[in-house]
């Protein structure tokens, strides 16, 4: 993914789809890291469920599933997974995250913005929810608060900083 050497990419796949039983942490990889940038969503929400199937317990590759559901705009789907995620570990605050996306991504700013502020309120270490609520916050002209989770942030992995900007629709910085 890092290389964006798709050919490259499928054919060290294919070496290591070669024989079964295949790894649940190879289709894992490959749903996640192949399929799913190549936009090919059903396939790697197929590989997923095998996954899955296998590990119901696998909280990786249930997030990972959350992610593939998210860029596939399945949202409803993405909601009621990230929803059987919680029954095993309601800490997980990437479910949190996802369910506060989908409802953004719906159009349900309201619901979104609850979701997060909650999810930041537990710990500032979720980078999806604190760039989700940073974005709402500068929308609703609330630059204050906006700014201070925006230097939170700054210390967290990209990924929140990535959601700020998509949520700005700043899709260049993003």
Known sequence: IHDYDWKDADEQFKLARASEPISPSVQHLYAGFYLSPLGRFEEALQQSEKVIAQDPLNVMCRGRQLAILLCAEMYERAIVEAQKLLEFDEGFAGAHSVIALAH?????????????????????????????LAA????????EHAEKLLATLQELPPLGMIIYHVVCLEFDAA
């Open 136 to 143: 709402l916050l500068k929308q609703s002209s609330e630059t």
């Open 104 to 132: 953004f991504f719906q159009g349900n700013v309201a619901e979104a913005r609850q979701r997060a502020e909650k999810i930041c309120g537990r710990t500032l270490l979720n980078p999806l929810a604190a760039g989700l």
